[in-house]
């Protein structure tokens, strides 16, 4: 019976522990903020997007390619131009990605000149969630100062088939 006091005695010290609040000093991320920024040096907030997969030639691995746009009509039957502002490939699969993973690929539009900067900065992540068979959803943060071009926040996209 002592023994049974003494372990239930931990086990209250424990949960007592295990309850204190957080430090109202603590920051927390704006987890519901949609990807918002700059683009070439312009405002940028996702109005639209979508997903569709590819298969890396290099690795032959399946990937998702997730494009991000400014134009709410943008959507799976929208064309393959530079109608998006944000473009990113990762790995297929639920997980976080950054520069140091090797397997991220990202690059911001400009829509004035056709081109499209592709980079892999230090100061990139890309979190993908959730995959299912219509949405992808996560979280991205990347920025190039060459570009002037920096976008944070969380998407949820159709996954076009």
């Known amino acids: 019976m002592r023994n049974f006091t003494s372990f239930a005695l931990i086990m209250c010290l424990c949960a007592a522990l295990g ?8 920051v927390q991320p704006q987890e519901t903020a949609v990807v918002n920024g700059k683009v070439y040096g312009k405002a940028f907030t996702m109005a639209a997007g979508r997903a569709r997969t590819d298969v890396s030639v290099v690795t032959n691995t ?13 959507n ?6 530079r109608t998006y502002s944000v473009y990113f490939r ?31 900065s230090a100061d990139c992540m890309v979190q993908i969630q959730s995959i299912s068979n219509d949405r992808v959803s996560g979280k991205i943060s990347f920025a ?13 996209v159709p996954y076009c088939q």
Do not use: M
């Open 62 to 74: 399946e990937r998702v390619v997730v494009n991000l746009s400014a134009n709410s009509s943008f």
């Open 19 to 26: 309850a204190c609040k957080k430090s109202k000093d603590e």
């Open 76 to 81: 799976c039957a929208s064309a393959e131009t």
């Open 144 to 156: 190039d100062q060459t570009s002037g071009s920096s976008v944070s926040g969380t998407f949820d």
């Open 90 to 120: 990762v790995p297929k699969k639920v997980g976080t990605y950054t520069q140091a993973s090797s397997d991220i690929w990202l690059g911001f539009d400009d829509s004035t000149t056709d081109a499209t900067v592709g980079f892999v």
